[in-house]
């Protein structure tokens, strides 16, 4: 046999996966420990697992219908920035959740432009909290999300199909029939999974709209057991339920999940010469501003809101940036330190499998692994002293699922290409780390990267577990002013946190897809 | 010296037998029918594919079991014989030190090896901006550099035009004839190759048939060769 030709050696890989399942199983163990203590589920358990499952079914269905006709407009119409409008479909995804709560707030909230419409015409007043806040919100997020997945389903239907079409002359209906709907029939019960896990481990949204008995995710209850009632038992309780509820939906969507594109609103629609009629134009075009109103103006809403007030910001917002800023660094880090050695170590091994490893991070949510570590610490040591690198580290393992599912084809890709290459070269360890890996995994790293520190910078999770009234990363501080009423200062502070979201993803993006010339 | 005694190697249902000599500093072409292994033999000999049984000896080491690098063989393949995102120069360095750390004497060779295949202006390009044929001359600095004491090529010329291809084998024999490699070179057509090659090796649905004289066996050549070169 001749010695099998791996240029990057497994064991930093393997190192980096056992210390992914240690950090859980840790989590999972402590949390075991506690159990035992308390007296079963009460009702108030199951009425978190069934909002949560309801919230989260809801979620997915009210941001897939819609998604459905908005990418169909998209992709059979060309409107002025379409290619900026599907690059801003991906913005959700690395927007703070609770700067979009604010904007969401400034739109649908008591005083915002929504009710003042309704009263300027007599209407009663709407409420954005409690459940259909949590819904409207969720849908606020990841409606943007599933169009963009539906919107790659559109664009895979190869373009000699709409040839086809528009040399028989066939009408829509039939172009619905024979071609549109087999591939949504494919497309959105992915897109739909896909929605519903995300939004079983829900926490920012339903802490700051949500609450009380007919609103809580069982996220947030773990929150309230830990924090007013310092009941570490029941907090197990809670995890070990918010485990099997999400771990368990998490292996289902497994099967449906579609895969994540790398995709930067790149504008390659194939001609269509269907669908021409003057209502469908109409139609089209009125779903393509129902989306962009109700992506754009909450964002809006949140500058608007913000210039104002960011001379009313207190310092303690700036050091909180700062701490935000740091953490988000030291996850990025910590993040692109597991994410490379594991990738590369499962773009090598034949047999598939291995990859449910980071799968780990999605079932186990960040405030079961918070609770759970919390349990383990706070024997020896002041968790609250731990509370920064504990977010770090969570906010990692959150991020890596993605990270994974982006640098894994492109690894894959690169050891076909050059592997034989190198291997003749002599290039192996850190020399084809050096000379091939990195640099040819330039661009999705810097994607990945971007995305790791712009959702860690944004992340309102275990940091409100663990904090105490000195410590606090921009979004919990952010928190903290709307909770105090400080709305004027808690716009600058959001209106802050969306430039530093933003500005990380661009900064680690823009290195990625850096070129030396020549 | 090339030596191969009873070597078998597997991929998939396809299975390559072979027992041959080639000696030092001989020039051998291996032709044979599509699928019959002609690549398949080279990856083998290259360390790429793992052989199943017998043994692999070059210039007396037993290399059957080595890494690719370590079996004194430079190879260049039908593509990607270059890193685009590396410049000529670092392409051609890494024939000297996969560390791509170079001294300045080493530098120097680099420089020298490519002024020898006419690319001494081109070192700071990338792959990209260059042609085919530059592209291929600068694969051959490279094998210059790693002073191999064999030298396997899979076709590596195959997609330039005539002209070019004819010029770029010409290259490569100045090449081989510098370093005294022997030379193994997979080719679709032997007669375009048979003045710069001395023996021929023909391999049919997974056997490998030892060298015979190259222009021997072209004028008379054997029925199978016969039918796979037509007419």
């Known amino acids: 046999m001749a010695r099998s030709a791996q240029p990057v050696s497994a064991t930093p890989g393997i190192v980096a996966a056992t210390f992914i399942v240690a950090a859980v199983l840790a989590a999972f163990l402590a949390i075991g420990s506690r159990v035992e203590g308390t007296t079963g589920l009460r009702a108030a358990e199951w009425q978190a697992v069934r909002f949560t499952v309801a919230q989260a079914f809801f979620s997915a269905l009210i941001s897939v219908v819609p998604a459905v006709p908005v990418a169909r407009a998209l992709a059979r119409r060309r409107v002025p920035g379409h290619a900026l409008l599907v690059t801003l479909l991906g913005a959700p995804f690395i927007l703070p959740v609770i700067v979009a709560v604010l904007g969401l707030l400034a739109i649908f909230g008591r005083n915002g432009w929504l009710n003042v419409g309704l009263g300027a015409v007599g209407l009663p007043e709407v409420s954005i909290y409690g459940a259909h806040g949590v819904v409207l919100a969720h849908v606020f997020f990841n409606m943007p999300l599933a169009t963009r997945l539906i919107l790659q389903g559109w664009q895979a239907i190869p373009a000699e199909q709409f040839r086809l079409i528009a040399q028989l002359g066939l009408p829509p209906s039939v172009v619905f029939r024979t071609v549109e709907w087999p591939m949504l029939r494919q497309v959105v019960p992915g897109a739909f999974a896909l929605i519903f896990v995300i939004c079983l481990t829900s926490f920012a949204v339903a802490l700051t709209l949500g609450g009380g008995p007919r609103a809580t995710t069982i996220e947030l209850a773990i929150f309230q057991a830990f924090r007013f009632d310092f009941d570490l038992g029941r907090a197990a309780v809670l995890s070990l339920l918010q485990l099997a509820v999400a771990g368990g939906a998490a292996l289902i969507a497994l099967w449906v999940l579609p895969p994540l594109v790398v995709q930067r609103g790149q504008d390659r629609l194939p001609q269509r010469w269907d669908a021409r009629g003057v209502g469908l134009r109409v139609l089209d075009a009125a779903w393509i501003a129902f989306a962009a109103g109700f992506l754009l103006l909450p964002l809006a809403s949140v500058v608007i809101a913000g210039l104002g007030g960011l001379m009313d910001m207190p310092s303690v917002v700036w050091r909180s940036a700062w701490t935000s800023v740091w953490v988000a660094a030291l996850s990025t880090g910590l993040l692109v330190a597991l994410a490379l050695p594991l990738t590369a170590w499962l773009a090598q091994v034949r047999h598939g499998g291995m990859e449910s490893v980071t799968l780990l991070g999605l079932a186990a949510s960040p405030l079961m692994l918070g609770t759970g570590w919390f349990i383990l610490i706070f024997p020896f040591v002041n968790p609250a002293s731990l509370a920064l690198p504990i977010t770090a580290s969570v906010n990692a393992l959150m991020a890596l699922p993605f990270a994974v599912r982006i640098l894994l084809p492109p690894m894959r890709q690169v050891m076909t290409d050059y592997g034989r290459l190198s291997a003749g070269l002599g290039l192996r360890g850190w020399p084809f780390w050096r000379i091939v890996l990195l640099p040819r995994l330039r661009p999705p790293l810097g994607f990945a990267a971007g995305l790791a520190a712009a959702l860690s910078v944004g992340d309102l999770g275990v940091v409100a577990l663990f904090a105490d009234p000195d410590v606090a990363t921009l979004p919990l501080q952010m928190y903290r002013l709307l909770g105090s009423y400080r709305t004027d200062a808690a716009a600058g502070a959001a209106l802050l946190l969306l430039a530093l979201a933003l500005g990380m993803f661009w900064i680690c993006d823009r290195w990625g897809r850096h070129r030396d010339p020549g | ?231």
Not at chain 2, 31 to 48: M, W
Request: negative net charge; without cysteine.
């Open chain 2, 1 to 231: 010296m090339i030596r191969v005694e009873g070597l078998e190697a597997a991929q998939g249902d396809f299975a390559l037998r072979g027992t041959f000599d080639v000696p030092r500093g001989r020039r051998v072409a291996v032709a044979g029918p599509s699928g019959a292994g002609k690549s398949t033999l080279l990856g083998v000999l290259g360390g790429y594919i793992p052989a199943v049984a017998g043994k692999i000896l070059i210039d007396g080491v037993d290399v059957t079991a080595a890494a690719p690098d370590a079996r004194g063989i430079a190879m260049l393949f039908q593509d990607g014989n270059l890193f685009p995102h590396l410049s000529v120069a670092q392409n051609v360095g890494l024939g000297l030190r996969p560390s791509l750390r170079l001294s300045g004497a080493e530098l120097e060779r680099v420089q020298e090896a490519l002024t020898h295949v006419g690319l001494s202006d081109l070192a700071g390009r990338k792959p990209g901006a260059l042609s085919g044929g530059q592209q291929s001359r600068a694969a051959l600095a490279r094998v210059l550099l790693q002073g191999a004491p064999v030298l396997l090529l899979d076709e590596p010329f195959a997609a330039l035009g005539p002209a070019l291809r004819a010029e770029m084998l010409a290259l490569t024999s100045e090449v081989v004839t510098e370093s005294g490699a022997t030379m193994m070179m997979v080719t679709h057509a032997p007669l375009e190759v048979a003045e710069m090659v001395d023996d021929l090796i023909f391999v049919d649905a997974g056997d490998v048939a030892p060298p015979a004289p190259a222009a021997t066996v072209l004028a008379d050549p054997p029925p199978a060769l016969r039918a796979y070169l037509g007419g």
